[in-house]
Structure formats: C-alpha cells, structure tokens
C-alpha cells in the first residue's frame, strides 16, 4: 500500500519567514495530493491540493509543488503569520483512489 | 450550509463494552469516509461508502469495527468489545463524488476506553 513520509516534525520560523515542509510517496498512481491544516483539537481543513497533471500550484501565500519522478511533494507559505500556526499534513490519494494516506504532521510555529 | 457533524463529541467507555459513532455527511455528498487519529499521528483511514455500499474497508483493524450507511447519508461506525487501544479521535469525512474531490472533515468523536 501507500507510504507517506513527512519532514520535519517541527519547524520554528520567525513571522514574515518562508516554511517548507515535504513530503514523500511510495506509489508511484498516486494521483491526488492534498495539505490539510490542524489547529489544536479542531477538525483537518484544506489548504491547498495537486493532482499529478500539474507541477505547482498556487494560492495567495501557499504554493504546493510535486515531482513525479522522484516521489515528492512539498508545501511553501510565504510571509508567514501567528495564524499559520498549526500542525500540517500532506496526504496522497493511490491509484486505486477511495482513501488518503496521511503524512504523520508538521507541527509549524511562528514566533513574533 | 451545515458542514459534516459528528456525534458524540466525546464518548467514554469500559473496556469490552459496545459502542456506536455517528456521522451526517454534507447534504447531497455521495462518498463518506472514517478515519482514526491517535495523538501525533496523522489520521489513518479505515472505510469508504459511495452511497449505501461500503466501496472499500481494507481499514478497518479487526471484525470488532463494523459501520454500515443503510440510506447513503448518515453513517454509523459501531466497536464492539472495545480495548484501551482503540482509544483514539474518529474522524468522519464526506466528499462531492468520491476519489480526487476534496474531503470535508468532521469535528471528531473523541474516544476513550478506560
């Protein structure tokens, strides 16, 4: 089955820094990516997602971008703000569709 | 519109003792999904219905986890004979169509078995 890797489990910026996290897939169907955002005992929202006919994407200050060869997505906020504090995970939808395999998290933090 | 709701928020149980989660998915939405999240992990998936049929059920751990979706809304999960370990968030989330939509997520029933 599908196997996603998720680094780093924790990344401290300073407000107005750049955040980077990446993912990796075992799967090379995988079709759908998406990146969900976790706020402490809250329910996972949508942030951004790709889809494998596309290497990039953008939305105002988040950006995913995706290597199909090499396996491997990865999330870019921008400008980052108090509120981008949260945990986030990227996920992957195979080729056999119907379920998402979960990164295990970032835990983002930005400080003032 | 209302968006995906779960209940009960939270449920505490005794060891081997039964219990029932509920799910109503967004209105109109055909695909319906369970998941599980235990602390610092993602969530981890465990069945899919596309309307009343459970499409795929390669998640569910063992025979004590059942769920079933008799009208293509409301789901049910349902654990029986529960052990500390499936002490965890149950998430439910329901989508447009199915593979590729996005999913819209539950608040969770938070779930413990003391």
């Known amino acids: 089955g599908e196997n996603v890797e998720q680094h780093p489990s924790t990344l401290s910026v300073q407000e107005g820094d750049s955040a980077v996290i990446k993912c990796t897939y075992s799967?090379?169907?995988?079709?759908?990516f998406p990146w969900y955002k976790q706020e402490l005992g809250k329910r996972p929202q949508l942030i951004i997602d790709?889809?494998?006919?596309?290497g990039e994407k953008k939305d105002q200050r988040i950006a995913v971008t995706l290597n199909k060869t090499a396996k491997h997505f990865s999330l870019h906020i921008t400008e980052t703000q108090p509120e981008d504090s949260a945990v986030y995970f990227c996920?992957?939808?195979?080729?056999?569709?119907?379920?998402?395999?979960f990164g295990t998290g970032t835990q983002l933090k930005v400080e003032l | 519109g209302a968006g995906v709701s779960q209940t009960p928020s939270n449920k505490v149980t005794e060891k081997g003792k039964y219990v029932e989660l509920r799910c109503d998915p967004i209105?109109?939405?055909?695909?319906l999904y369970w998941y599980r999240q235990s602390l610092g992990q993602g969530p981890e998936f465990l069945i899919y219905?596309?309307?009343?049929?459970?499409?795929?059920d390669s998640g569910l751990p063992n025979d004590r986890f059942f769920a079933v979706r008799p009208e293509g809304s409301v789901s049910t999960l349902k654990i029986q004979r529960t052990e500390r370990g499936d002490s965890a968030v149950y998430l439910c989330?329901?989508?447009?169509?199915?593979?590729?939509?996005?999913?819209?997520f539950g608040p969770g029933t938070r779930l413990t078995v003391t």
């Open positions: 989330a329901s989508s447009l169509t199915g593979p590729g939509d996005e999913q819209y």
């Open positions: 799967d090379s169907a995988s079709n759908y």
């Open positions: 219905f596309q309307g009343t049929g459970a499409a795929d």
């Open positions: 209105s109109g939405h055909t695909a």
């Open positions: 790709i889809r494998s006919n596309v």
């Open positions: 996920a992957a939808e195979g080729g056999g569709g119907n379920k998402l395999t």
